[in-house]
């Protein structure tokens, strides 16, 4: 029984804190990911949109726009 109780005693700790690793790294990448895919899509549209719209809007946004594609 003894080493039944150590046995138990050591798995739930490890358990738990694989459990709140696990669980914790896939939320923070899935976190980042969905940022960075919304981020590209709005440089995308913000390319496509910059061939027309340069000409017409102040260079601040030019650099708004670069500072998003350096990222």
């Given at each position: 029984?003894?080493?039944?109780?150590?046995?138990?005693?050591?798995?739930?700790p490890e358990?738990?804190?694989?459990?709140?690793?696990?669980?914790?790294?896939?939320?923070?990448?899935?976190?980042?990911?969905?940022?960075?895919?919304?981020?590209?899509?709005?440089?995308?549209?913000?390319?496509?949109d910059?061939?027309?719209?340069?000409?017409?809007?102040?260079?601040?946004?030019?650099?708004?726009?670069?500072?998003?594609?350096?990222?």
């Amino acid at each position: 029984t003894a080493t039944d109780k150590s046995k138990t005693t050591e798995v739930i700790p490890e358990s738990d804190t694989l459990n709140k690793g696990q669980k914790n790294v896939p939320v923070t990448k899935k976190a980042r990911s969905s940022k960075k895919k919304p981020i590209r899509k709005l440089t995308m549209a913000i390319e496509e949109d910059s061939e027309e719209t340069i000409e017409e809007e102040p260079p601040k946004f030019n650099r708004l726009k670069f500072q998003l594609l350096k990222k």
